[in-house]
Nanobody, 128 residues
């Protein structure tokens, strides 16, 4: 089991930037995929970006809605995954969650069902 703690959310004006962090602990080696999801009020949870965190990995995948604006990265020295968000829009408002893949399962996807560990979320609000 992997424990995840997100931080870095807040309020920003449209066009601004934020960087979210997700610190992992526990059996992190057995769950090598990390992803960021977003859930806006009244909407389903949306996968934004995923990264393969092994030293030989690094592959990333993005949702079309954030491609070119958001960047996912991972630092194996402190087991922290980041989401750099640029050119933020009001429609980016929502609760942002970090997720880790199910143990020993290949989860290079943006489907919430492919991830077994979740953080508590951090709120991002973008005003126009």
């Amino acid at each position: 089991q992997v424990q995840l703690v997100e931080s870095g959310g807040g309020s920003v004006q449209a066009g601004g930037s934020l960087t979210l962090s997700c610190a992992a602990s526990g059996y992190t080696y057995s769950s090598p995929f990390r992803a960021w999801f977003r859930q806006a009020a009244g909407k389903e949870r949306e996968g934004l970006a995923v990264i393969h965190t092994t030293p030989s990995g690094g592959s990333t995948l993005y949702a079309d809605s954030v491609k070119g604006r958001f960047t996912i990265s991972h630092d194996n020295s402190n087991m922290t995954t980041y989401l750099q968000m640029n050119s933020l829009k009001p429609e980016d408002t929502g609760m942002y969650y970090c997720a880790a893949s199910w143990t020993w399962i290949y989860s290079f996807s943006l489907k919430a069902s492919d991830f077994g560990s979740w953080g508590q979320g951090t709120q991002v609000t973008v005003s126009s």
